[in-house]
């Protein structure tokens, strides 16, 4: 009896169909729609039951199981022909197993693409003069005759934009409907007029009755929905906020999966978590997956270029895209370590059998085998060339120490060796064991002590001095001043190495656990990162050496960091480790070898896009088609089309050293800069062309345009705000003037061109209403006792005026009427003084800088309650923001340039599902229980 009930519960399909996502994904999800609705009786859902893979796979684990067990059940097989499905490995499979287990004679073929012919002669299909809709090795000699097949080449070469909803396939559909209903085409087409014309008749007969109940119960209804709506809108957000907290959880041990968990956490409600959770998705790292454990690493200084060293080899990468340019097979057991020289020509590599081998790479993606050296007898920890001499030294698990002249690349010569101690274990993650002048070495020595070796241009290498300390990592800064020390004792110690002879103690850095066993310093000596046997890498901030700062803890690798790197620009930090649970037999981790590459600014995460160098000293403005930035300090315009690489268009001559104000009129075709005041045609950014005469402002010149192009404001030089009408670009009129009693640090115009609001630098915003261009008149002021105003913008609603204070107060005012601004909600604060803001006029997101070194992203859905959804690291703080027109960037000036962000939500989701494998059915019923497998980020068929 429970068979009998099984089998009759179990779905069974009329058609299966096979079909390639990449081509014909929205063609099959609309022939199975109206194929189950042709000639449908109204008591029936359907009139049959058609199989597509989108729809109809339950939760399982595997993939396969599923489709083979929908085949099992189907009475057809419909193929979409074309050349991706020909191509397609699922297609394929599942014709494959039609034909093992079903009749050819149920296949049933829509022509969607490519060429497709019948051999009348040879009963068979033209597989010589072209058949590339059809995989040949599935479907040659299949045949007996010709089967059937409908030509919608014409339907699918419709418009990119069609609502597939709306198209009517009905004359299609009819010749698959028909053989799969046992019907011919006028029986099941005069069955399908009679049953909808049945359905009319019905459908008038029911109106009536309707339309008695309707009024009665509309009001109920309406009340319902609303209340339905409103409920279903609150699981849905809140859905949303639980999986954008969850991929930030875990955004470090699965970056894969956050990704994922992020693009399904938008589609579930775009709510401010997760917008901002998105915005912040650039900070996650990727993930190489190394053959066997991952020992050592080399980040290119000149080019973008990545080594790492592990059980397979050496393998090649681009280090900002992380694709695989070159593999070299491990020699000796394993390869443990690797350095690039510093032209990066060659590439030095140690085996486990102490021999080191050399490689020109000067084609990085074709290595070229040079000479190799015997170094050690042992293990080779760590390589390091010398950066003033022709010569690399080779770092022995004992503490031991030899130089390897390279004059010959091809026959390197071992120089000397100064030499280690039985009872001393020393870790790998030791590459910068040589100071930035290629004169010193620190290697650890007997009883707790640390060495320092004077290296000699000929590599012999002499024992100068030593301290006490007891490390086995060692890393000089690249000033040669500082010398970092590390251990199993898990604490990082820094000496004051500018007199080698007597290094001095500095202070300790402490917090990881398991012990010390890598370190890296930035080429600019701020940074220090140490790795630990905990799996974690902490981040310092060195600016001053004497009082470090701890900064982003990394967290994601499952044992030690073994070791650690920086790029040529610092902002990528590449990790050596393993990852996940123990895969071999005897319970080692040894074969999950991994390396990270982290998006760093300083020593915290980094979610920029791009860098400009340049410093923004007051001004950032984008053109109305944000494609042109300017920047103030040096006075430039930038091509921004391709926000990763910017492009300088042209410099600007500026009269004052500490920059300059730009606005660009709201066409973009012109663009202002003060002191003095210039206006510059802009038909050809590269070549802007000087419109005006200098006109005298003063040397800390504010300037903004209206919302027209004939009007600019700029500040005089008795902080007098002047209206200059530019309508003659050669002739500039004062047209009215403003008088302020302190200076001015900011303005802006209401987008309605109605009101200027003029910041001053008491802390008070002024409103003036410039109807009147000649008499301007002051109409309100907005001011708050003991907490003066220093930031404002104007949001989408031109009533809407944004302001921030010293206090970090973020607030809104209604300026509807100018003469009496009113609070609108609760004021929110950030921990740090605002010093800048922007709004997003394409996104309801506001921006605020600080000098605490972040940028705040705020969400706006809600006006009178700006809720914190994202902290942007930026160096130094920032005190100029600026969105670009369409929504897309984010700019904000810092201490180390100006940095570029990715605010288009579309493309972020583009990036995290490009980035990530999709989610599993596993994981999908993990943080999604109970709903349907249907991925946000769909891979190809």
Known sequence: MLKWVRRTLEPKYDAFISYSHARDREIAKALQSQMQRYARPWYRVRAVKVFRDETDLGASPGLWPDIERALSRARWLLVMASPESAQSVWVRKEIAWWLAHRSSEHILLAWTGGTLGWDSDAGAFDWHQGCSALPQQELAGIFAHQPRWVDLRDVHRGPE????????????????????????????????????????????????????????????????????????????????????????????????LARQLLAEAYRQAPTGQAVGALLQSASIPQVIRTTGYSRGVAMGKRRDVLATASDEGVVLYDSTTATRLATIPAQGGYTGAVAFSPDERILAAAGADGIVRLYDIASARNPVPLGSVQTLNGIVLGLVFSPSAPLFLAEADNGAVVSVRVTNPHDPVVADTAPGFPTAVIDAGSPGAVDPTGRLAAAPGLNGTTRILQIASNGILTQISSFADHSSVVAFSPSGHLLALAGNDSLTRLWDIADPRHPIARPVLDGQTLGIDSLAFSSTGSTLATGAGDGSIQLWDLADPLNPVAGARLTGHSFEVANLAFDRTDHILASVGSDGPPLAKDGSYELNGTVRLWPVVGAQRSAVLARIPAIATGSLAFSSASSLLAVG??????????????????????????????????????????????????????????????????????????????????????????????????????????PTTTGVRELAFQPNGQILTVLDSRGAVELWNITDQHRPIRQGTISISGDPLTALAFGQDADTLLTGSTRGMLSAWNVHVPSHPRPVGNPQQQVHGITGLAYDPEQSLAATGSQGGAVQIWSLDSTATPVSVATLAVPGGSDVLSFSPDGKLLAADTSAGIQLWDVDVHELLNRVCAQSPQITRAQWAQYQPGKPYDPACQSPH
Do not use: C
């Open 161 to 256: 934009s069609a609502d597939w909803d709306k198209v009517d396939l009905a004359e299609y559909v009819l010749d698959f409907a028909a053989p799969i209903r046992g019907k011919s085409k006028a029986e099941l087409h005069h069955e399908h007029v009679r049953l909808r014309n049945q359905i009319i008749r019905m459908a008038a007969s029911v109106i009536t009755a309707l339309l008695l109940l309707l009024t009665a119960s509309v009001v109920t209804g309406n009340i319902a929905v609303g209340k339905w709506r409103e409920s279903t809108g609150q699981a849905l957000a809140a859905n949303s906020q639980r999986l954008a907290a969850q991929a930030t959880e875990i955004q470090d041990t699965a970056p894969g």
């Open 633 to 738: 300090s040096p006075a430039g315009l930038w091509q921004v089309s391709d926000p990763e690489h910017p492009q300088l268009a042209a410099s600007l001559p500026t009269f004052n050293v500490g920059g300059t104000q730009t606005a660009f009129s709201p066409d973009g075709g012109i663009l202002a800069t003060g002191n003095p005041l210039k206006l510059w045609d802009l038909s050809d950014p590269s070549h802007p062309r000087d419109l005006s005469p200098a006109t005298p402002v003063s040397a800390n010149a504010v300037v903004a345009f209206g919302s027209t192009r004939q009007l600019v404001a700029l500040v005089g030089a008795d902080s007098t705000v002047q209206l200059w009408n530019v309508t003659d670009r050669q002739h500039p009129v004062l047209v009215g003037s403003m």
